[in-house]
């Protein structure tokens, strides 16, 4: 089987931090792109971040921008999500999701593989 699988989720108070990780079986994550993305109660599915295979580049959405840090460790077939200076707002399910390609463009509507999500939740 060909899986995803996300953790580190919780409930942190505004201003804390959490480090997100995305572990893949039975496949490995050398040639594909990873991205991160997040869906709030009520609301669409939006993209977070995403890394091209190599780790060589990013980006991110401007609301992650300067707080949020995606990575990967490609011997260890994972990548990571770390939260910074979390805000209520942050309060969404987060998944990851692959791709086959290089570069750090991750379309909602067009990766192959998605995990099954963690919670955050951001509230005092």
């Known amino acids: 089987q060909l899986q995803l699988v996300e953790s580190g989720g919780g409930f942190v108070q505004p201003g804390g931090s959490l480090r997100l990780s995305c572990v893949a079986s039975?496949?490995?994550?050398?040639?594909?792109?990873i991205g991160w993305f997040r869906q709030a109660p009520g609301k669409e599915r939006e993209a977070v971040s995403c890394?091209?295979?190599?780790?060589?580049?990013?980006n991110y959405a401007d609301s992650a921008k300067g707080r949020f840090t995606i990575s990967r460790d490609n011997a260890k077939n994972a990548v990571y999500l770390q939260m910074n200076s979390l805000k209520p707002e942050d309060t969404a399910v987060y998944y990851c999701?692959?791709?086959?390609?290089?570069?750090?463009?991750?379309?909602?509507?067009?990766?192959?593989?998605w995990g099954k999500g963690t919670l955050v939740t951001v509230s005092s």
């Open positions: 890394i091209s295979s190599g780790g060589g580049s990013t």
């Open positions: 039975g496949f490995s994550l050398d040639n594909y792109k």
């Open positions: 999701s692959a791709r086959r390609g290089s570069s750090a463009w991750c379309p909602p509507g067009g990766m192959d593989y």
